[in-house]
T-cell receptor, first 106, second 114 residues
Framework: AQRVTQPEKLLSVFKGAPVELKCNYS??????LFWYVQYSRQRLQLLLR??SRESIKGFTADLNKGETSFHLKKPFAQEEDSAMYYC????????FGQGTELSVKP | DAGVTQSPTHLIKTRGQQVTLRCSPI?????VSWYQQVLGQGPQFIFQ???????GRGNFPDRFSARQFPNYSSELNVNALLLGDSALYLC?????????????FGSGTQLSVL
């Protein structure tokens, strides 16, 4: 079954600390994975996708097929990073995880 | 630059009623997808339409239906509303239908079923 799991509902860190939002997936084929973000009072928007191998707003994510993971990382969190983060898997349809709320405290 | 627009923004219905939600994609986008987001959960795929044809359907009952018009706008209909249909309904558009297409989301319609 295709599934995306984000084990943490809430992640709270201090400004300047490293942050890692976990995402594990279950998919039989070759997955295409994304991170979407929703800032307060804004629309859900694409943050990054693994095929682009890009860094957006200092965030990176590496696809680990052996561990079936696609964790989102940032070395130094900023207060403006506070938001809901959703990991998503494209397997015929876009399947979202339950989301992790990131709170960056001053 | 108009993004994806959805109407209405909020809606209150009673059990058994029917509801129609509307979505206008970004100009030039030919694919529209619908998602249901229950409080505390991630969005769940309902339908995808591309060039006015259904391209995908999620695990939702037949009470849910949708269509896409020649101008690529879309409607989502839900019949015989249940309390459990209360959710935020999101519409997303993309240029094409291929996997990995970047999705642009609307602000959603908040449906409350009493």
């Amino acid at each position: 079954a295709q599934r995306v799991t984000q084990p943490e509902k809430l992640l709270s860190v201090f400004k300047g600390a490293p942050v890692e939002l976990k995402c594990n997936y279950s998919y039989s084929g070759s997955p295409e994975l994304f991170w979407y973000v929703q800032y307060s009072r804004q629309r859900l928007q694409l943050l990054l996708r693994h095929i682009s191998r890009e860094s957006i707003k200092g965030f990176t994510a590496d696809l680990n097929k052996g561990e079936t993971s696609f964790h989102l990382k940032k070395p130094f969190a900023q207060e403006e990073d506070s938001a809901m983060y959703y990991c998503a898997l494209q397997g015929g349809k876009l399947i979202f995880g339950q989301g992790t709320e990131l709170s960056v405290k001053p | 630059d108009a993004g994806v627009t959805q109407s209405p923004t909020h809606l209150i219905k009673t059990r058994g009623q029917q509801v129609t939600l509307r979505c206008s994609p970004i100009s030039g986008h030919k694919s529209v997808s619908w998602y249901q987001q229950v409080l505390g959960q991630g969005p769940q795929f309902i339908f995808q339409y591309y060039e006015k044809e259904e391209r995908g359907r999620g695990n939702f009952p037949d009470r849910f239906s949708a269509r896409q018009f020649p101008n690529y706008s879309s409607e989502l209909n839900v019949n015989a509303l249940l309390l459990g249909d209360s959710a935020l309904y999101l519409c997303a558009s993309s240029l094409g239908e291929t996997e990995g297409e970047k999705l642009f989301f609307g602000s959603g319609t908040q449906l409350s079923v009493l």
